[in-house]
């Protein structure tokens, strides 16, 4: 995985809270096993008609908002614990997704794949998508190190929570088995200490 830098891009906007992972990638493209291509299925029968073509009214073929951060309504990523949501929501290009309330299964497959879910208050987002609504170019500063974002349309900012190995885990792009490899001497060693202790 890439190193997590601070990111400050325009953001996309989904105003629709409940929105489960079918939704997200619908189960008839969870055939493949690999995660290429899975972006190009993203929010999949919001975005195409049954033909296969574009809908104008869908926000990600709307050509005035784009960005590395989808910023949603209340409780995104619920139902089933397909990690194939994840993979069509990095596969699209997005960073970060902001709510203010994660399905739990949905936030863990996003941060094992590099995907940041930032929660936030009520309020907050709702400025966000505010600001969004006066100017589609506004842009939201996400700092993974200081743990805070930033409407820079306001300059109105919020905390947010991560588990600490997580978050270090996305400041070196490093997953699960990287992680363990990366620590390899120091497991070693720990086992070399425990043999001699018994």
Known sequence: MEKFQTITSTYVPLPIEN?????????????ATTREGFGDNLFADWRYDKEGNPKADFVLNNPA??????VTGKNFGSGSSREHAAWAIGGYGFKVVVSSFFADIFRNN??????????VSDVFLSEL???????????????LEAQTIVNNE???????????YKKACLLEGLDDIDFLLSNKDKIEAFEQQRAYAY
């Open 110 to 119: 996003a941060l094992n794949n590099g995907i940041l879910p930032v929660v």
């Open 129 to 143: 998508f505010a600001s969004l609504d006066k100017n589609p170019k506004a842009t939201v500063t996400v700092n």
């Open 65 to 70: 908002y784009g960005g590395q951060i989808l």
């Open 154 to 164: 306001t300059d109105k900012s919020e905390s947010f929570e991560i588990n600490s």
């Open 19 to 31: 929105v489960d992972t079918d939704q997200i990638i619908p189960a008839r493209f969870l055939k």
